[in-house]
């Protein structure tokens, strides 16, 4: 892929800022889904989003593309499948068996733990102290959303805890084993959303309950399939790809106080220090692990001698 003009970067990285605010309303478009079953909603989002994504690259002109997506190795259909069905059923049934705020916060350790896997685990990379700094910060925010009496695992909401857990380190070991398989392209996304919908609804006639659950919102699902599991995947990817990377991660570690914020906007969450807190801390671990505030010093510093 050649590298992107200054205008190319700056609209990649506009449209890739927009699946922060995507991301942000997640917890609260899954709350008001109802009890959708956890199976049924990854199938539901996952194929509203992958039909539609056929639709529109197709429009484009892009139906060689899609097909050439077809080819993508073995490796890129396990990460691409198993990544996106393995999250976001952990994040539903977190939702699902934990308070919306404090699940959603456990999970959005995944901007954090990036840094810390791409330290270990990816080349050319190493992991800073700033790193291990970063990411005794984020779960501290994420210890104080368990109870008053800290970690007890043993309470009513523990398995939406653990589940939201999983969630953040599988969502963070699939965005940095991304990272090795860079050079396929977008539109693979299309045909990994549909075949995560397929394992899902395969899942779903196997172990859960046939039939439309009382109380489940329709439109809340679809909101979720056009929106924090859809779109906002093809814009993140296009901002990761022609954007300005350093900029849209600063930016990610920003999702989980907006979505806390949005959460209390909608009368789900109540504005507790605690809770408001912890968002800070799990924040901004986020942005003392990604090193951009050490750069930024020593940047300053810098310029400031050669301008002297």
Known sequence: ???????????????????????ATLALFTQWAGPVPPFLLTALCFGLAGGLALLVFVARGEGRALLAALHQPP??????????????????????NAPAANAGLISYLWPLLIVILAGWLLPGERLRGSHLLGGACGFAGAALLVGPDGLDWAG?????????????FLWSGYSVASRLLARIP??????????????????????????WPEGAN??????????????????????????????????AYATPLLST???????????????????????????VGSGQLGRRRRADGAGQVTRS
């Not at 909401?157 to 969630?167: D, E, I, M, P, Q």
């Open 218 to 251: 329709l439109w809340a699902v679809l909101a979720l399939g056009l929106g924090p599991v859809g779109s906002a995947f093809f814009t993140w990817d296009l901002g990761m790809k022609r954007g300005q990377v350093r900029l849209l991660g600063l930016l």
């Open 186 to 211: 977008t539109t693979a996304v299309a045909w990994n959303c549909l075949g995560a919908a397929a394992l899902a609804l395969l899942c779903h006639l196997a172990w859960e309950p046939r039939g």
């Open 261 to 287: 914020l949005v959460l209390i906007a909608a009368g789900l969450a109540a504005p507790s220090p605690t809770l408001l807190l912890s968002a800070v801390l799990i924040g901004g671990g986020a942005l």
């Open 75 to 96: 490796l890129g259909w396990a990460l691409g499948i198993g990544g996106l069905f393995g999250y976001h059923l952990c994040y539903f049934i977190a939702q699902q």
């Open 1 to 23: 892929m050649s590298a992107a003009s200054p205008a190319e970067a700056r609209r990649a990285t506009l449209w890739g800022a927009t699946t922060v605010l995507n991301w």
């Open 156 to 168: 009513e909401y523990t398995f939406g805890y653990l589940a939201a857990l999983v969630a953040a």
